[in-house]
């Protein structure tokens, strides 16, 4: 982990399994308060509302990856219909057989290509694939040399689910882990090669959601759920800053028989925000907090930092509760590792 301006850049490792809709759910935005939260105290110039505008700019680039990342899959079907078509010329010219139009015209990224909402964000974008010719070239020649292409092209079932199950095998394969293409979205935006693992993800869930009925009113995952995501990402971070004292208090008090003073500094932000969360949210169960900011430890924190906030925030957790400071119930709980 490095800090970078105000955004720290992490590896994300976990698969994530996503059940909801929308693309901003509450996993991205704890994951995203950690970060903020953790680079507004390395930040000299503390201002909240700066930190807050930030927060929200974090968010919305990791739905513009989402779409950048979908539209990619349509230039390298533009890259395959122009070369169709020299190809195509040539064999005229030569009084050859004609090559083969299956994957230029593959029937999910012409429906991708038709998207309107996708149309509508590239249309709103300064940069896109076009002002990357080299790249999506590349790309398109590794595809073409692919035992996955190679495949699809051999197979006799011609329909538009062999074709949508095509560019989620790409994907997987070529997109997903690409060294290029990561080095290429950090030079475009810091926010983009932090973002990826998680953005991937929705992605295959989106071309897996495709639906060759739907045509170009296919919907996309939208951004947020509703308001009260945006809400809940608000509230979170601004408690999280504005009770630090109170919440650094109550992991002190809760602390006297741990080696508290040894706590690596983003554990101790991490707790801060999972208290936060306790606190200011009452519909959300204690275990989940717990759960959910435990592993955020485990990924983005020390070895042993995964256990030791778990027992942290339990004790913390029951100690507020039995002063009557946190209106929740905490049932017994298996101690995550």
């Known amino acids: ?55 929200f700019f974090s968010l919305s680039k990791a739905y513009d990856l989402y779409n950048y990342l979908l539209a990619l899959m349509v230039a390298v079907a533009n890259e395959a219909k122009r070369r169709l078509e020299i190809a195509e010329g040539k064999a005229r010219r030569e009084g050859t057989p004609q090559p083969s139009t299956r994957f230029a015209y593959n029937r999910f990224t012409l429906q991708l290509s038709e998207n309107r909402q996708l149309s509508d964000f590239i249309g709103t974008q300064k940069h896109t694939w076009a002002d990357e010719p080299e790249f999506v070239g590349k790309l398109y020649e590794q595809i073409e040399q692919s035992q996955i292409f190679k495949d699809y092209m051999a197979d006799p079932v011609d329909n538009y689910a062999t074709d949508r199950e095509l560019w ?4 997987r394969t070529l997109i997903q882990d690409n060294d290029e293409l990561d080095q290429l979205l950090e030079e475009l935006s810091l926010y983009w090669n932090d973002d990826k693992e998680i953005v991937d993800t929705f992605v295959l ?23 009260e995501d945006r809400d809940y990402a608000r509230k979170l971070f601004r408690a999280s800053i504005l009770n630090a004292d ?24 991490i707790m801060q925000i999972a208290i936060a969360e306790m606190m200011t949210f009452p519909s959300i169960p204690v275990s989940v907090s717990i759960n959910e ?16 906030i778990n027992g942290m925030l339990d004790t913390i957790a029951r100690h507020l509760i039995k002063t009557g400071r946190l209106m929740k119930h905490i049932e017994d709980r298996p101690q995550k590792s």
Request: hydrophobic fraction near 35%; aromatic fraction near 14%.
């Open 1 to 55: 982990m490095h800090v970078q301006g105000n955004l720290i850049i992490f590896a994300v490792e976990k698969s994530i399994n996503y059940n909801v809709s929308p693309m901003i759910n509450r996993e991205i935005i704890r994951i995203k308060i950690v970060q903020l939260t953790y680079a507004y105290y390395q930040n000299g110039n503390k201002n909240i509302d700066s930190a807050e505008k930030e927060l």
């Open 168 to 171: 989620r095998k790409l994907y």
């Open 205 to 227: 869930k989106t071309i897996k959601r495709f639906d060759e009925q739907n045509g170009a009113k296919q919907e996309l995952l939208p951004e947020y759920d509703s308001e």
């Open 246 to 269: 109170e919440y650094q208090h109550y992991m002190s008090e809760a602390s006297r028989n741990w080696d508290f003073s040894r706590l690596a500094y983003m554990d101790v932000v």
């Open 293 to 308: 900011f435990v592993d955020i430890a485990k990924l983005y924190s020390t070895p042993k930092s995964g256990g030791y």
